[in-house]
């Protein structure tokens, strides 16, 4: 298994059965191969896996429906197709800057990508945690977005569905989250209140100087 320490391998465990089935129906793996891998930590929309494959080693993302939060958050799982769509623009844009995509299982909402060790690869957001927080890789941050931008903005209208995807649905719907109904109506109205105190205080503060004006 390339790319996965001794001690991973001891650690891996067999994958749920929508990983195995979506990397088996975009040719990533065997019919017959036996898949292990193990959860990756982080994130509340999706389950994240390292999956070892007798090719190698690659990683792979599936969007939840419920999200794993207190509130009955449900979202779309296609979002996972156009996160598909942007990694492929983003690779193509500044290559290096995004995994590459190997596949993205539409129906079971499955993306898989290049495997980035964890030895070689440092998270960013931990090291800004710990008060590590160097301009020069926020500059080699923006200069990179800077280009995908750009790259896209010379070509609207046009994020091309991924040439390894298979699937059997085709929705069409976007990526939207859904909020409860009585946390929408709740942030609507102290978002009315918001507005409607200042223009009392305005209306008093009119009032009073019209009056020291009349004395």
Request: with cysteine.
């Amino acid at each position: 298994m390339a790319g996965v320490s001794t001690r991973a391998a001891i650690d891996a465990v067999a994958v749920p059965a929508e990983f195995a089935q979506a990397l088996r129906e975009l040719g990533l793996a065997g019919t017959g191969e036996r898949l292990v891998g193990a959860p990756l930590a982080g994130g509340v929309s999706s389950d994240i896996w390292r999956i070892d494959t007798a090719r190698g080693t690659v990683c792979a993302k599936r969007a939840l429906a419920k999200l794993r939060v207190a509130a009955d958050w449900r979202a779309p799982i296609d979002r996972n197709r156009y996160e598909a769509r942007w990694l492929e623009v983003a690779h193509e844009a500044s290559p290096g800057a995004a995994p590459r995509v190997l596949g993205q299982h539409e129906r079971l909402g499955v993306l898989v990508m290049t495997w980035l060790a964890p030895g070689e690869h440092r998270l960013w957001k931990e090291l800004l945690r710990r008060g590590d927080a160097e301009p020069a890789i926020a500059r080699a941050v923006g200069a990179t977005l800077g280009r995908i931008h750009a790259y896209s903005a010379a070509r609207p209208g046009s994020p091309r569905a991924s040439t390894a995807t298979r699937s059997s649905s085709t929705s069409g719907s976007s990526p939207t989250c859904s909020r409860p109904r009585a946390a929408i109506r709740s942030s609507r109205q102290r978002s009315s209140s918001w507005w409607r105190r200042p223009r009392r205080r305005n209306a008093r503060s009119s009032t009073a100087t019209s009056a020291r004006r009349t004395s």
